[in-house]
Structures are given as structure tokens and as C-alpha cells.
């Protein structure tokens, strides 16, 4: 398998046998690749944090990277989908369901005119995140496989996180994903996590020469405190090294009025790779 297809495999977290490579860590050391997502969750609400954040993967001197908004929490969304097999492109849709419930997510293909190609059903377990390219989730469409433009319709029964990931052979940048539904509120996961005024960034990837960085804003006047919880694809905690500390839940970060405070992965200069 091509290099490139093995990272577009990893950072979707679509083929989980390739985490137990144990390919080098860059600011770890040896460790596999870890794919999930990650909860921020501020002391109060509303409490005016801002949140985004860069991941990416480290090739010699070379960094590959895109940037992450946070995602709405949504039952109805809307993102383009360009792929052709001779370009190398693809479009990787990770969906993370942060509700006790699975969620019934049905996604409609629809071609340039405007028509419907096809449907599927997914369903994503609760506190879990599913994540495939459009030419596996519709792999018996040909189309799909060699030339196709479109969009693809998210619809779920309950609020859901998507994010877009759009890949041209080794390099790769994130599609907007319009909500089409009523914004809704992250669900508490459990005590002091989740809930009304957190964040949920439904991408993040750690080991194997892949890193993220959580930047956390405080556009308010007072003093901000937030904890930043990191969860596998399956819901279980995701364990990583931010700012020399190793853990999956980060507590107690306080934010001056005005300030930021960044989160990565870093080396023994205290710099990490973005």
C-alpha cells in the first residue's frame, strides 16, 4: 500500500490495524497513532472561550497540516464532495455521536444536477466516532471510484459532530460542513464534562508522527478555567502527551481575560510541530 493511503488511513482512524505499527513519534517517542476527539468544557457558561485547532503529520523536515473549527452539533448538514481515483482524491467524513444513544445517521449522495445517486445508513454508537472516505460508504457506486462531484446530506435522529477531511494523494485540508438544522448543545459525557458552553472538536490524532494542537482563546474580561478530555473512536480516554503533561483528561487550565493558551505535543525546546 502507497504511503499516501496509509496516512489517509491513519488520520481517519478508518483502519486500525495500521495504530499498532508503532511508528515513530516525533515529540513521544515510539508509540502508535491515536485517533478520536477531543471535549473542551469551561468552568462556567457562558463563559466566551474560542476554539480551534492544527493537526497533521511530520515527514522529515516536512509538515503536512490542516486546520480544525469546532463542529456544531447537528441533524441535518450539507458537504461537497469532490473524488477521482486517477487524481488520488478522496473525502474522509469523520462523525462523532457524544450522546449516551447511538444515532441513526442516514447520508443521501447527490450528483452535480442535483439528483439523488444513492443513500446509506449509518449507525454510531454512543460516545463514539465513525469515520470512512466517501468511496468506501459508497463503494459500489462506480462513479464514486473514478470521477464524481456532489455533495452528500447528513441527517440523524439525534445531534451529531461531522467533520470533512479533503485529500489529494499525501496532502489533505478540512470542508466546511454546513448545519442546515437548529445548533444544539454538546451532551454531558459525564460529571464536569460536556454540557452547555463546551467545544467538541470530533478530530484529534496523536503518535506515530502525527500531532495536534488545541488552542484555547478567553474572549471574556475575567479569568477563565477549562478542561480540555481526549476519547479514542470507541469513547474510552486517549492518552497523550500535551505540554510535558501525559493524561486524557487536562484540568484546570485557567486563561487570563484576553489571553491563549496553546496545547500540543512538544519536543525537549518546548516546541511543537506546527
Not at 515529540?27 to 468544557?41: K, L, M, R
Not at 445517486?117 to 463503494?139: M, N, R
Amino acid at each position: 500500500m502507497r504511503k499516501s493511503t496509509r496516512v489517509v488511513f491513519l488520520i481517519l482512524g478508518a483502519v486500525m490495524m495500521f495504530s499498532v505499527l508503532g511508528w515513530a513519534d516525533n515529540n513521544n517517542g515510539n508509540g502508535p497513532v491515536q485517533t478520536g476527539f477531543a471535549i473542551v468544557t469551561p468552568s462556567s457558561s457562558p463563559a466566551g472561550v474560542v476554539v480551534f485547532e492544527t493537526f497533521g503529520e511530520r515527514d522529515g523536515n516536512a509538515t503536512t497540516q490542516a486546520g480544525v473549527l469546532p463542529a456544531d452539533m447537528t441533524t441535518d448538514a450539507l458537504v461537497f464532495v469532490r473524488s477521482n481515483g486517477r487524481l488520488s482524491r478522496n473525502l474522509g467524513i469523520a462523525i462523532t455521536n457524544p450522546n449516551t444513544a447511538s444515532a441513526n445517521v442516514n447520508l443521501m449522495l447527490i450528483q452535480a444536477d442535483g439528483t439523488t445517486l444513492t443513500t446509506k445508513v449509518l449507525v454510531v454508537p454512543g460516545k463514539s466516532q465513525v469515520s470512512q472516505f466517501v468511496t468506501e460508504l459508497f463503494a459500489s457506486m462506480p462513479q464514486v471510484q473514478t470521477d464524481f462531484s456532489g455533495t452528500v446530506r447528513i441527517t440523524s435522529d439525534i445531534p451529531v459532530a461531522v467533520v470533512g477531511l479533503r485529500f489529494r494523494g499525501h496532502n489533505f485540508s478540512t470542508l466546511p460542513v454546513t448545519s442546515l438544522s437548529a445548533r444544539s448543545d454538546v451532551p454531558s459525557i459525564s460529571a464536569g464534562v460536556g454540557g452547555p458552553g463546551s467545544v467538541i472538536l470530533p478530530q484529534f490524532a496523536a503518535g506515530g508522527g502525527w500531532a495536534t494542537e488545541i488552542v484555547l482563546v478567553n474572549s471574556g474580561s475575567t479569568d477563565l478555567i477549562v478542561r480540555v478530555d481526549l476519547f479514542k473512536n470507541d469513547g474510552t480516554a486517549l492518552t497523550a502527551s500535551l505540554n510535558g503533561q501525559t493524561a486524557s483528561s487536562f484540568m484546570n487550565l485557567t486563561i487570563p481575560p484576553g489571553g491563549v493558551l496553546v496545547l500540543a505535543q512538544r519536543d525537549n525546546n518546548g516546541d511543537d510541530d506546527f
